[in-house]
């Protein structure tokens, strides 16, 4: 297996697969971290999902973008994020989700302007067009990727949201309605105590209701990838494969 740094546009990304030397991957994957989490946080996924199904070894290539924002002045010198959080959220004063699902967070824009210069750049460095490239993230990183899954000048494979939640909701919901039949693979913890199951919920039904594909995995965990969830995940991104 390789890994290799390199940058994909305006985000420093880590490179992972396990293709013979001079294969071009039929599948490319990009994960984004979650909010807090060092760059590299996700990249141990791409060997356990490999390992999980090892078609994906055979076929993909994983790719997993560097928030652009450091967190040092907040006494994380490791973290990063997609965009930044209101203090009155970090510190639990105000999570009332349904009010924040209806905002654009300041730095969105920006974000999803970062993320889609590294999609294009992937697609150009591996003669993949978006539909053979998976989109996701953990967290915020999944609420990025669903901005990005839904403004892409064609559809992606598929997007996959890992503890994700609802934003930018009036947005969402009327680009959602030009992306029916993306497949979507959605998991989020019951006892999730950062971004509710209720909240999840809400956004798996917009997708739903707009014609997407939703694979929905609840599981009895907090705010983390579960064993099962995993196994699920793979199976999912077997399916993007292309068949022959």
Known sequence: MRRVSTRLGELDCQVVDALPPGSAPELAILLCHGYGAPATDLVPLAAEL???RPQLARQARFVFPAAPHALAELGMPHSRAWFHLPMEVLTGRQRDWETYARMVPEGLPTARRAVLSAVSA???ATKLPYGRIVLGGFSQG?????DVALRLEEPPAGLCILSGTLIA???WKARAAGRK???VFQGHGRYDDILPF?????LRELLTEAGLGVEFVPFDGPHTIAPEEL???ADFLVARLPVG
């Not at 999944?142 to 669903?146: D, E, F």
């Not at 209720?198 to 809400?202: D, G, K, L």
């Open 50 to 52: 490999m390992s999980l």
């Open 122 to 124: 992937l697609s150009t």
């Open 142 to 146: 999944g609420m990025v990727t669903t």
């Open 169 to 171: 909701q009036e947005e």
């Open 181 to 183: 039949g993306l497949p």
């Open 198 to 202: 209720q909240a999840a919920e809400r």
């Open 231 to 233: 196994e699920r995940l």
